[in-house]
């Protein structure tokens, strides 16, 4: 199987869900340019002026004609003091625990980090960096901008994954989308 047409690979994936169709590019070596095109139709990005910045650098590597669709994720972090930082029910629940267990220099570390998160967040971001994404990609033909979903404590989004473990907190999901710009 692993030798069939690109044509067939390509028929294939445009069924599968995107986290299957990733996990595809890894096992088969031989078809991962043709299943890239697949994934590279629809980009997700967080509305983060740093995530903007990244996903601009990552376009410069990456062939652009094939992306069609961008996703921009907005939630709100809310802003703590230490004592409520520590105790939030938005605190991930393993780095809840670990806060009992952690050193207080490492408390003191991921807290730093969330003060100059909420610092940059309340940055808008710069609508020339937007454009410069968006002209980027020649056939663009949707953008949708989304809150982050309630429900969902898996992220999404590998950014938010990222972000979460290095502030300790999820954003609150109040569904709205102000302030993304």
């Known amino acids: 199987m692993e030798r069939a047409p690109p044509e067939i690979w390509c028929l294939i994936a445009e069924f599968l869900p995107t986290g299957d169709l990733r996990s595809l590019r890894l096992t088969c070596k031989y078809q991962a340019w043709h299943l890239f095109h697949i994934?590279?139709?629809?980009f997700c990005v967080l509305g983060t002026l740093r995530c903007f910045k990244e996903f601009r650098s990552f376009l410069d590597t990456v062939p652009r004609q094939y992306t069609r669709r961008i996703t921009i994720?907005?939630?709100?972090?809310?802003?703590?003091?230490?004592?409520?930082?520590?105790?939030?029910?938005?605190?991930l629940s393993d780095r809840y625990l670990r806060t009992h267990q952690s050193s207080q220099g490492e408390m003191e570390a991921a807290y730093r980090r969330y003060r100059q998160f909420l610092s940059e967040k309340s940055q808008?971001?710069?609508?020339e960096v937007v454009r410069e994404v968006l002209t980027?990609?020649?056939?663009?033909?949707?953008?949708?901008?989304?809150?982050?979903?309630?429900w969902t404590r898996k992220p999404q989004n590998p950014h938010l994954f990222a972000l979460r473990n290095d502030i300790w907190v999820s954003p609150t999901f109040d569904g709205t989308m102000d302030g993304i710009m």
């Open 39 to 42: 994934l590279a139709r629809h």
């Open 73 to 91: 994720y907005n939630g709100r972090w809310p802003s703590y003091s230490r004592y409520e930082w520590e105790r939030s029910s938005l605190m």
């Open 124 to 127: 808008p971001v710069d609508a």
């Open 136 to 150: 980027k990609l020649p056939r663009l033909s949707s953008v949708k901008v989304s809150c982050l979903r309630p």
